[in-house]
């Protein structure tokens, strides 16, 4: 790979704690355009960094296990609702959940489509409008969104920005509405049927969720929100923060719970809440540039950037330098 494309990272899944998988805009298209770069980097092969090129926005990366018996993918969701899928062999498989997107044809414009995740057994999709999809098998999502799920002009539209759950009757939806203020919203379903949660009042806007146990789901988002807790004991507050920084992700790792943001990679130590929330601190030199993706794989902490990516093994931080890309 030669250094002729700069690139800015938007999307981020860790594989192990050798290997994480990436999207990426080149620097040189204007923002959000329909392409993106999805690289591998896995310490374990030569070439370390590996990459194709797809004709979409990427909104999420996920890791998908079907069953015990086929191999896991890497796969990433477009804004427009296609859904690529890679293995350790053969050639890349993309799928189209119907209805999804907003420009794409046969789109039903409730809006542009936000998370991926695998829940259980099962990849889960959600978008504008409050829309959620299940895949059922190839080329085969199905709407899971009774009771949620908006007409396409409604002005009060549901901007749900993450979905995640311990298992597929306990699943949760959060976001925004799409109005002054965007105050927060959080949907449970219980495998049957959907309800609203209520929330703190010190809350805003959510843009994340990370599920340590079944009970302890942590929720956080814009102006410092950070919450735990869980759909049938509520959630609480453990924000210290009072200004206007956005957490983009929350991940727990051994204890400390970790929150890339606007403002950089930020920590809340559990054993020590009275510390509140403060700035990591790694070791590297520079410093973390900045922050926006936070995952945890075999034991070891990712953080991706627009253009630094580091990993913590529990004592010393690492960068890993795209070739790319200048030297931080």
């Known amino acids: 790979m030669t250094k002729s494309a700069p690139v800015e990272f938007i999307n981020a899944v ?17 923002a959000y355009s329909a392409h993106v770069r999805l690289f591998l980097y896995d310490e374990l092969v030569d070439p370390v960094w590996r990459h194709h090129d797809v004709d979409w926005w990427s909104i999420a990366t996920a890791v998908f296990v079907e069953s015990d018996e086929a191999p896991w993918a890497l796969s990433c969701l477009s804004n427009e609702g296609q859904v690529e899928y890679i293995r350790s062999s053969g050639d890349p498989i993309v799928e189209s959940i119907p209805g999804a997107g907003v420009h794409r044809s046969g789109a039903v414009r409730w809006g542009y489509m936000s998370n991926l995740k695998q829940i259980g057994d099962h990849l889960y999709a959600c978008g504008g409008a409050g829309q959620v999809y299940k895949r059922l098998g ?14 396409p002009d409604v002005d009060d539209r549901l901007l749900p920005s993450a979905i995640d759950g311990p298992h ?34 010190v809350a805003e806007r959510l843009t994340c969720i ?6 302890r789901i942590w929720l956080a988002g814009a102006n410092g929100t950070l919450l735990l807790g869980n759909a049938e004991d509520g959630f609480v507050s453990l924000s210290s923060v009072d200004d206007n ?9 051994f204890g400390k719970v970790y929150l890339p943001s606007n403002l950089g990679l930020f920590v809340y130590d559990v054993d020590n809440p009275q510390a509140g929330i403060q700035e990591v601190v790694t070791g590297l030199t520079p ?12 034991g070891v902490l990712w953080s991706v950037g627009g253009k630094d ?20």
Request: charged share 25%.
């Open 168 to 201: 597929e009757e306990a699943i949760y939806l959060v976001g925004a509405l799409a109005e002054s203020g965007y105050p927060p919203r959080v949907h449970f379903w219980n495998g049957k049927t959907w309800r609203q949660l209520e929330l703190p009042e």
């Open 14 to 30: 860790a594989l192990d704690g050798e290997s994480i998988y990436i999207s990426g805009s080149l620097d040189a298209l204007p």
């Open 138 to 151: 190839k080329d085969h999502w199905v709407h899971m969104d009774e009771g949620v799920l908006q007409a």
């Open 245 to 253: 920084q956005l957490f983009l992700g929350v991940c727990e790792y």
């Open 287 to 298: 410093e973390l540039q900045d922050a926006r993706i936070i995952d945890r794989a075999s």
């Open 210 to 215: 990370y599920v340590e146990t079944e009970t």
């Open 309 to 328: 990516i580091a990993k913590f093994d529990g004592k010393v931080w690492t960068r890993i330098q795209h070739p790319d890309n200048d030297p931080i």
